[in-house]
């Protein structure tokens, strides 16, 4: 039996010992995790905010009633899909608008759901999903299930084409209890090469939760990731320099993006 070769540099991985965090809820980690650490990364995880359902469904639960009134539902986002389904699912109801889920992680949410995704915007943003519907929308009825955070590009460009929307808050977007003390430390020390960031909100948090001023000290010692446009330019609002930036708004494109950045800098 021939010896095992042994492993040349070159041979590596360009995430290889990196050490890379997620700010994400702990709930949606897992693929983002495994993606990074298929790429022989250390994924540590910090959620810098959590998803929670809103604190009043009577306007949800209005809105699901009516469901037959409406031409169109619009989901910007998985966390949007799963807290309407799961309300949805008590009704019962055959009767349902067609439906435009932005991105493949949304279509993906509604798949699971049971539901079809009629329209995917080319753009995974919030003006993609406006130049994927037509310029005229006179006496259209669209429902949009948001966050709390959410923002108002889609109703409003909606509107302004003529549609009737009506918006319902299905989930809120909280900042997180605590931060892992021992990673807080690891960020301290400069033990860790690259910090992700998947929307605006993860990004506002982890400034809140570590302190504008020890973010100014700290900022030099690791690179930011970012998932798309809006968040780098969230990330740059808050005085953050962004390194890497995914081509579309989605996880394995944010780890493509960051595999990408470590290899160019290995040649």
Same mark, same amino acid.
């Given at each position: 039996m021939s010896a095992q070769r042994p492993l040349k540099a070159s041979d590596a991985k360009p995430l290889q010992g990196k050490r890379i965090l997620i700010t994400r809820p702990r709930e949606q980690t897992d693929e983002f995790a495994a993606r990074l650490e298929a790429?022989?990364?250390?994924?540590?995880?910090?959620? /810098?905010?959590?998803? &929670?359902?809103? +604190?009043?469904? /009577?306007?949800?639960? &209005?809105?699901? +009633?009516?469901?037959?009134e409406y031409d169109w539902i619009v989901f910007t986002s998985s966390n949007a899909v799963d807290y309407f389904c799961q309300r949805l699912k008590s009704y019962g109801l055959s009767s349902r608008p067609?439906?435009?889920?932005?991105?493949?992680?949304?279509a993906e949410a509604l798949t699971a759901h049971g539901l079809h995704a009629d329209l995917i915007p080319e753009y995974y943003t919030a003006e993609g999903v406006l130049a994927a519907f037509p310029e005229h929308l006179n006496g259209i009825r669209v429902l949009?299930?948001?966050?709390?955070?959410?923002?108002?590009?889609v109703p409003e460009g909606?509107?302004?084409r003529g549609a009737v929307v009506d918006e319902v808050v299905?989930?809120?977007?909280?900042?997180?209890d605590r931060l892992d003390p021992l990673i807080v430390q690891r960020l301290q020390s400069g033990s860790i090469d690259v910090v992700t960031f998947t929307s605006s909100s993860t990004a506002r948090n982890f400034v809140r939760l570590i302190g504008e001023?020890?973010?100014?000290?700290?900022?030099?010692?690791f690179l930011v990731a970012s998932i798309g446009p809006q968040t780098s330019h969230t990330l740059r609002e808050l005085g953050l320099n962004v390194s890497i930036e995914a081509p579309a708004s989605t996880v394995p494109?944010?780890?493509?993006?960051?595999?990408a950045y470590f290899d160019s800098s290995k040649r």
């Amino acid at each position: 039996m021939s010896a095992q070769r042994p492993l040349k540099a070159s041979d590596a991985k360009p995430l290889q010992g990196k050490r890379i965090l997620i700010t994400r809820p702990r709930e949606q980690t897992d693929e983002f995790a495994a993606r990074l650490e298929a790429q022989d990364a250390e994924a540590l995880i910090m959620p /810098t905010i959590k998803i &929670e359902g809103p +604190e009043d469904w /009577t306007e949800v639960d &209005e809105a699901i +009633e009516r469901l037959g009134e409406y031409d169109w539902i619009v989901f910007t986002s998985s966390n949007a899909v799963d807290y309407f389904c799961q309300r949805l699912k008590s009704y019962g109801l055959s009767s349902r608008p067609k439906s435009c889920g932005v991105g493949s992680a949304t279509a993906e949410a509604l798949t699971a759901h049971g539901l079809h995704a009629d329209l995917i915007p080319e753009y995974y943003t919030a003006e993609g999903v406006l130049a994927a519907f037509p310029e005229h929308l006179n006496g259209i009825r669209v429902l949009f299930p948001r966050g709390n955070l959410a923002r108002d590009t889609v109703p409003e460009g909606l509107r302004q084409r003529g549609a009737v929307v009506d918006e319902v808050v299905v989930y809120r977007t909280i900042t997180a209890d605590r931060l892992d003390p021992l990673i807080v430390q690891r960020l301290q020390s400069g033990s860790i090469d690259v910090v992700t960031f998947t929307s605006s909100s993860t990004a506002r948090n982890f400034v809140r939760l570590i302190g504008e001023k020890e973010i100014e000290r700290l900022k030099s010692q690791f690179l930011v990731a970012s998932i798309g446009p809006q968040t780098s330019h969230t990330l740059r609002e808050l005085g953050l320099n962004v390194s890497i930036e995914a081509p579309a708004s989605t996880v394995p494109a944010l780890v493509e993006a960051v595999v990408a950045y470590f290899d160019s800098s290995k040649r």
